[in-house]
T-cell receptor, first 109, second 112 residues
């Protein structure tokens, strides 16, 4: 079973920052937080991962709370192409990925 | 060039038939995976191979048999297809010990 809780859906206006929350209150010290997304009819796409520090790459930023029980994925300037299902996953490196239900993000024009 | 490719993209077949799905990756990864996404969109891992050795084998009927002829290929053979096998099957690859997996475009299998 997935170890994370995400809202089933969210809306965001195009050009605004999309903030996707994730709760992982039972995360262990050696588990990483990963984010993937799946655009309609495509394979999942890796976005970002982190352990305890905030992370940023060309796609997004990941903010992890100090107690590591929750995190937020930030897409700084959402576009229509960011419409997808976003999955928050916690796992030990090398372990299998267990996908939950994710958050369906709608970017509104 | 496509990093992870799968063939065929669509597969329609009748119950009881045997079919194969092929996967190839040109990323130089040492680990490959098969996932199944059912009609409710749940994505679940089925198998994982590292350097041609099976390392993850979830509770999957033994009608499903993965085969890895080399590090760049992982094929999935399904015997005696059933209606419940209808799904989208995704192949993925990664370096063992690295964080991200790269997924293929999927194969939509429809069993009639």
């Amino acid at each position: 079973d997935a170890k994370t809780t995400q809202p089933p859906s969210m809306d965001c206006a195009e050009g605004r920052a999309a903030n996707l929350p994730c709760n992982h209150s039972t995360i262990s010290g050696n588990e990483y937080v990963y984010w993937y997304r799946q655009i309609h009819s495509q394979g999942p796409q890796y976005i970002i991962h982190g352990l305890k520090n905030n992370e940023t790459n060309e796609m997004a930023s990941l903010i992890i709370t100090e107690d590591r029980k929750s995190s937020t994925l930030i897409l700084p300037h959402a576009t229509l192409r960011d419409t997808a299902v976003y999955y928050c996953i916690v796992r030990v490196r090398d372990d299998k990925i267990i996908f939950g239900k994710g958050t369906r993000l709608h970017i509104l024009p | 060039d496509t990093a992870v490719s799968q063939t065929p993209k669509y597969l329609v077949t009748q119950m009881g038939n045997d079919k194969s799905i092929k996967c190839e990756q040109n990323l130089g990864h040492d680990t490959m995976y098969w996932y199944k996404q059912d009609s409710k969109k749940f994505l679940k891992i089925m198998f994982s191979y590292n350097n041609k050795e099976l390392i993850i084998n979830e509770t999957v009927p033994n009608r499903f048999s993965p085969k890895s002829p080399d590090k760049a290929h992982l094929n999935l053979h399904i015997n005696s297809l059933e209606l419940g096998d209808s799904a989208v099957y995704f192949c993925a690859s990664s370096f063992r010990g690295r964080y991200e997996q790269y997924f293929g475009p999927g194969t939509r299998l429809t069993v009639t």
